[in-house]
């Protein structure tokens, strides 16, 4: 029989995004609710060894539902990668009284919640943040929503340019290993091409889809590229490519970088982040351990921490086609 | 066996919501690849008795995806209710060559479309456009991400002012029917109580979450009121009971309005709009008639038209206990 | 000879303001680079009376700069009109060891701070800060830029349902005595006609214009009117009014409200009440008071308060003409 | 006395800027107003010799005043450089029947507009479009109030992600020859330290700030960085003369870039083109040439091109020290 849970640490870990606040504020007035404490870990796994802890009450998390970044800040911890490390975290939470742990983060940050409770047998559970939805056992992650808008808010604002001066844009946005952001992006900013590191469409794909974009009387083009594109070339270098093939383009890059993480959450990300900071207390209250909170199919799941981090999310192929469409 | 389709008119009908401009660029561009002809036809059933089309391109359509409105514009139409009405406009289309037909819009709109089909057995598609997202067969309809977007938007910035001054504000936001944008929008800007019409919480209970407001050291507090609240009372009554009540209270009023219904669309909503332009034309050329597109579990699908009108969305009651955690 | 200044105290005071939080920031920080003490005063004078003080140096205003309202909070305070009230603040004051005053308002605040200097011979120097730019001695007034920019972008909303739909909208904005806001948002939007307090345009000539605007072609209007505009009619008068007059109009209202008030400060409002706050902090070390410090054609000034309360603004009557030009 | 002008041609030249639609559509509608033609030239000069005009009147011009980019595109055009290319366009304007010419855009443009006057006595009035707010005549240009809200807005959000993980970003924003934008959206945002081109502050300078900063208790720093800043090292040089100095900090780079053109025009914008237009063309309609419209302390005034292209603008470094100020 699983212990009575009387305090619940929450921390994040790992890149920000917007909604981690939101789900920090969901964690610990579910807390309240409940009628258990809540303390607030630093800096991640690193403020779990230094021991860097708050308590915190429902008046601690006023307004931040709508800010973007995290207040319990994030930090790389090589220490918490050793046992040693891990020991001393440990001991840190039973001396505070901490039962069990919510975990905010990616892919890393469950890696180390599950080592974390194989070791000490210490209830976790994890709530996927991030901006490139790169996690299975969720269809959103929180932030990607977010990260979506930002993306095309900035390249209309490009468009304005590239239509005044007839030009072509190759423009990088996040997505190492997923090319979530580049598909769906590209699809609502109406990009021309879209290259993402699921699919590789080869450089003579593009240069067709240039020329029949123009031949199709278009006056400018936008292009979207994940950072971790297939084509295994630099921006920089499509730019090169692009313009010794094709020279009557005028080709501009940008690369829109960090700012994708941050900015007031949308509607979506605080609603979820919500919903699944209840979800991630009540589980623990509940006995359970060792899973993600997610949304499936528009319902909060639980699913086990070990798929989530071994599983492999897929992107909606189709998705090409439809831009395919779009961009005829 | 179905006729073969060789022109597809397309409507925007009701009211606007953010989406339906991409709505109309995937229709008109999956003609397009499809190589078969597009007519737009402006404000809707009216246009169409009154022959006001145009033959579309994907040219026609350039720089639309993130515009709010509608460019094919919309009206009522009380001629279209009548059997002379319905002759015209199936004349006008029959002489333009239009072989079927995507309506974009809600509930009435779709009605329309059925009474159409019945009388001419003219093939018909809809596409859900709406902000109140009170459609059957779809999780989302065009314009309610957007909307959900715009109304916290506005509530954050209120917030400074309500937390500014100590202030209580009952803010009303769309919904005659369906208190989907209360609910969701409530949580997300963390409002303190939220009415919506599918539930009456009653007076008294909004009294307590005000007073329980209060004690637990809150200085300002946002109600968010569907239009069509439960409650029954105007939102201007309602501030008069509650500072007949709780004098203490210095309660502020804002109705947000129309500025909900406008707006460029949130990525998801152009994502949504272009995956279900395409799916409504695929099927209309696929000899498919009398359905909506609409997303349900994150796939485009199909849902009888008969079935979209009569059936009832549920709102997720979950939410309303999430709310109430919320605001402890 | 003036005595040495050793501590400051800020407070903000009437209604609050975009920038309000970022003229704090400058005033405390401004404090800290002379190496004098800060006291933030929260609640305006009702604060000064109750001894709501707190200590403030250069980490306590972190990441304010771009937030809306005021972290100082404001209230009204009718004890501070009673010499008792006065003589209570002016000790806590003392006790304090507050030897100067900042006061962030506007007209009415800036009585209050005379007053007192004229009782205790303390030294005040006002900060303008109001939306309704309606203060002599400063061609900008904290929050009003930021205003603008809300006001236009809701505008805007606004006129993607009123194109869609054929509409008339009136919408109602802030300022009870002056039409600034109605006047440079109703140009900045497009708007078919402006109503301000400043001018009794008549309601021949509202229909006049909405005559000329649809024999233009125009096939949707928008009527920008402030609050205290001279014809005197409520806005929703007006509507009935227009209505029957012209019954071919479809006519909404919006009220726009409180939202105006709120949000995070344009660049323009961040910059001027960083160099405010440091003019202001500066002049009172100079030995200076009774000063409002000001915006005159792009250049910080002093303005005694005693002008600026009782001075009248002028709005620019060419605005008027460019908006007639506009309209056509 | 000057000939009679009945028909005035537009055109917009150089980089697009935010606020060129509006002032576009002021000239078009300023045109109709005083009941003379009014022709859109595409593509600037190349445009103008390439004979690709188009007769504008008020509903040409609806709906863009809100939009950004140029509804009349732009291009550099290297034939106008030669005598051939002026007679070309000289003879394409004769013909049309156009007068006299309003040109929108930067020294280069203005440039071309007097060396036109020049060689055919044409008369030709300048409006100031161009995001870097570096001519000598006006305190704005269109675009500069715009670019500053934008780059203010995406700081912001880095900000949340630069505070969250305690790191050092390097911005680099545009301004190739002049610091305002670098200057006011640095001070607005919040940066610790500011590079621009008026100015050598020296390595030394921005180590030793970073250093103040961090003791000062600061955990994230922001410098913002013009594109021609005097230091003469890249941004990217500079993250690693950062680095190796001070190795504690993650410094991270993000160049803006061409997002900084585009987008909405505030509400300052909108009105500053809506008033230059009218002048511009209503200084035609007087006989006047030569000269730019421009904002002079409030005032629109006229200043002669020759000066307008020579004369350079200063920076107002008194903010320099607000900015050392606010970042104590």
Redesign the interface.
Known sequence: MPKTIKKIGVL?SG??S?G?NAAI??VV??C??HNIGCVGIYRGYQGMIEGDFKEMG??SV??I??????IL???RSTEFRTPEGRIKAHKNLVDAGVDALVVIGGDGSFTGALLFNTEFDFPVIGIPGTIDNDIFGT?HTLGY?TA???????I??????A????RL?LIEVMGRDAGHIAL??G????AEEILIPEEDLGLERLLDSLKKSKA????SSIVVIAEGDKIGKSVFELKDYVESNFPEYDV????L???Q????P???D??LA??LG?KAVESLLEGQSNYMVGLL??KITLTPLEQAIKGHTEIDL??L??S???S?
């Open positions: 994040t890149g920000d917007p981690m504020r969901s007035r579910t309240a609710y429902p008046r006023n307004n539902v709508n800010k973007g970044g995290t800040k994030s930090a269809s929503d979506l808008n930002t993306v095309v808010d900035v209309d604002k490009i468009r304005d340019t239509s005044s001066h007839n844009f769906n992006a699809i609502g900013a109406g199709a009387g278009k006056s501009r890059v940008s690369v970088g960090h700012m993480r941050g900015g007031s949308s509607c979506f605080r609603v919500s919903r209840v199919q528009d189709e998705l086609r439809v395919d469409i779009m005829i």
